[in-house]
């Protein structure tokens, strides 16, 4: 017997000896639900309650693991906009857990064939993945987020399953799974790489798109979202049937408990539903005009994300799906916080404009739980004024792809001068100058899941992507040579030290500049794709990280290890305001000076010529502040060379410095483990794209630490 139950909260929760199931379907005639049995049977009841647009019922003696869908009856007229069809089985957009996969077959699309205005009445159920009911209750212990400051954060992007894939450590049948990857070896591998914070590819539970399924293959990285407050199933090695929920609580438990955070990869920004000739798996069957953008005569969709579709995040209703599931994760999954596929989209507003200060990015702003974890936007989409870089407020930071470019292209010895470098490598104050985080605002990276791996980035002048079945044209173009002579697999000497190089000059770079550092997960051991810029659909030994490294590879590790330790270890790396230039009192030097390699302070015509390929940049360790007496840290002395010959660097004197202790120098295959002294004055000669890092002491020891 079916009772009305109540209409909130949305979705199936267990109460009272059962559960009670809403769905906000407002202009549906009946909403259906279809509960499954362990044999395979099912039955359907009719939701009896209705109010303010939700259908809501209360099932007795049904609890945690029961399958069930949506079957959802209303009017069948696309070219109004209206694309109800019971005879697709649809997931509930608020299921805490999804069992199943997604099969090709003609009757997942609500239409036929060419014609999306015919109706297509064949049943989807057998060939669809099933929502189920969850028991959310969990012992967190002494569960507490690391809350790491962002001068403290050092981020690792990286696909969960591909990380414990061949780890030898992890036993066989997790790998792979939340339980891989909580695992004391992966764990181990981050704290001594230095790592704060893991950002994970899409963990949601997401489905391939229906080209790919067509064509025998996967979506692999996850950007294909279909229930926004599931773990993903497939990850799970415990089982399928809520057990995916107290299995990712596990795992992220034990990163607290190591001091780690953990940052999802989300997308909101479309769904698997993609264009009006999609299949019809959840939102498009329930209201399909409040979750889409749609043109003008609400037909066809409205697209800025390149896959079919755009979420509407400004219909009140689909805002409160995006932010009742960001709640989830922080509050029931503990969470700390989101990076933000295609931001943009998310500010789109009816007329489809962006506005980066819109409903989304308001409402998490204000609201309590949301605006204190760590919020990183992707910028942009693919739409018109798309482009947002610098535009997303407090307290979001972004990805910065300026950074990204201008640094591959001084180490590849093709940017027009230093001084756009100049910005990049102290925060990008040219972007970011107005907001209050400063610096923090900007998320460095290299690589990222999308390119090049770093290993391949120096490798090949073009892409390699036959292996996705799409000729090739997939993928961003690459078509800037970094002098690598032959691409690829070679066993000349100096190739591959010039390539290992290279790799040291591109992490130390990110590692070291003003912002949040973020590393593309195994970039530190020299993982490559064989030149594969676009490894989306590769679920395979072209994705996985393989553990069985090379000494070379150990040195690649350590090495960045090292760097990640000085950036940590001195606050002249983890500052948050911008440098002036202006001189600090305590110290009697510039808090950042600018110096070419006779130690000469740079001119205009330095700064303005298109061929100065190299550049020292003089860090005081003090600032002009109120409490400058305890922002003092030791001065560093940076110089890069992107040249294609080696140089004298002159170590600068007076104020600036009595003694310089060489770091490191990327022109080696590993740092000094004793490191050697200079005096001021002295000269040192620097390798072509090579860079060098010394530790100053002044005049008056007495302002420097001991650290």
């Given at each position: ?359 989304l990015v308001s409402s998490i702003a204000q609201d309590p ?89 120096v490798s090949y002048n073009n892409k390699h992507n036959i ?212 005096n001021s004055g002295q000269t040192m000669e620097l390798e ?20």
């Amino acid at each position: 017997m079916v009772h009305e139950g109540q209409s909130e909260p949305l979705g199936a929760t267990i109460t009272n000896g059962g559960t009670n199931f809403a769905v906000w379907a407002p202009d549906a005639d009946r909403v259906e639900l279809c509960l499954f049995t362990p044999d395979g049977g099912h039955w359907n009841v009719d939701l009896p309650g209705f109010t303010k647009g939700v259908f809501h019922g209360f099932v007795p003696e049904i609890g945690h693991g029961q399958e069930y869908g949506l079957r959802v009856h209303g009017a069948w007229q696309p070219d109004r906009g209206l694309r109800f069809n019971p005879a697709k089985l649809l997931i509930d957009p608020y299921a805490k857990a999804v069992t199943g996969e997604l099969v090709m077959d003609e009757s997942l699309f609500g239409h036929i064939g060419g014609d999306d205005l015919v109706f297509n009445p064949k049943d989807s159920a057998a060939f669809v993945p099933h929502s189920v009911v969850v028991d959310t209750e969990y012992d967190w212990e002494d569960d507490s987020p690391p809350d790491r400051p962002f001068n403290d954060t050092v981020l690792y992007e990286t696909h969960l399953a591909a990380l414990s894939r061949l780890h030898p450590e992890v036993p066989e049948h997790i790998r792979g799974t939340y339980a891989g990857m909580a695992h004391p070896a992966i764990i181990k591998h981050l704290l001594d790489l230095g790592i704060t914070a893991v950002e994970l590819l899409p963990v949601q539970q997401f489905v391939s798109e229906t080209f790919l399924l067509a064509k025998g293959m996967e979506n692999y990285w996850g950007y294909n979202t279909l229930a926004f407050f599931a773990p993903h199933s497939a990850y799970s090695s415990s089982g399928t049937h809520g057990e995916q929920v107290n299995e990712f609580k596990d795992m992220v438990k034990a990163y607290h408990r190591a001091g780690l955070e953990i940052i999802l990869d989300v997308v909101y920004n479309h769904t698997p539903e993609g264009n009006a000739f999609g299949p019809t798996l959840s939102f498009r069957g329930l209201d399909n005009i409040a979750y889409y953008h749609l043109d003008e005569g609400n037909q066809h969709y409205w697209d800025s994300t390149g896959c079919g579709n755009t979420v509407r995040a400004s219909h009140p209703q689909t805002l409160r799906l995006i932010m009742d599931s960001l709640r989830y994760w922080v509050q029931e999954m503990h969470v700390d916080g989101f990076r933000f596929d295609l931001a943009t989209a998310l500010t789109r507003k009816s007329d489809h404009a962006p506005d980066a200060a819109g409903a989304l990015v308001s409402s998490i702003a204000q609201d309590p739980v949301l605006r204190n974890v760590k919020l990183i936007a992707e910028p942009w989409d693919v739409g018109n004024d798309g482009y947002q870089l610098g535009n997303f407020p407090e307290p979001w930071s972004e990805w910065n792809d300026q950074f990204r470019d201008c640094v591959r292209d001084f180490w590849r010895g093709e940017s027009f001068g230093v001084a756009e470098l100049g910005w990049r490598l102290t925060g990008s104050g040219d972007v970011y100058w107005q907001h209050s985080s400063g610096t923090h605002a900007s998320v460095n990276f290299v690589t990222a899941h999308d390119g090049f791996t770093l290993h391949d980035l120096v490798s090949y002048n073009n892409k390699h992507n036959i292996a996705n079945g799409e000729d090739g044209r997939d993928g961003t173009s690459n078509n800037r040579s970094w002098n690598c002579g032959v691409e690829g697999a070679t066993t000349d000497p100096i190739i591959l030290a010039f390539r290992r190089r290279q790799m040291r000059n591109l992490m130390a770079t990110t590692i070291l500049s003003a912002g949040i550092p973020m590393l593309a997960s195994g970039d530190e051991l020299a993982r490559t794709q064989q030149g594969n810029n676009n490894a989306y659909c590769q679920n395979n030994d072209m994705s996985w990280q393989d553990w069985d490294v090379q000494p070379w590879q150990q040195e690649l590790y350590d090495f960045t290890a090292y760097v990640i330790g000085i950036r940590r270890a001195h606050r002249v790396f983890q500052r948050e305001s911008f440098l002036t230039g202006e001189k600090v009192q305590i110290v009697n030097v510039p808090d950042i000076a600018w110096l070419d390699s006779q130690a000469q302070i740079f001119t205009q015509e330095d700064w303005d010529s298109e061929h100065t390929r190299a550049i020292g940049i003089y860090l005081a360790g003090a600032i002009n502040t109120p409490q400058s007496q305890n922002m003092v840290d030791n001065g560093f002395y940076w110089f890069l060379n992107a040249a294609n010959e080696s140089i004298e660097v002159t170590l600068p004197g007076g104020d600036f410095g009595q003694e310089y202790q060489l770091m490191f120098n990327t022109a080696n295959e590993s740092h000094a483990s004793d490191p050697m002294t200079f005096n001021s004055g002295q000269t040192m000669e620097l390798e072509s794209h090579a860079m060098a890092l010394w530790k100053v002491t002044r005049r008056d020891p007495s302002h420097e630490t001991d650290a």
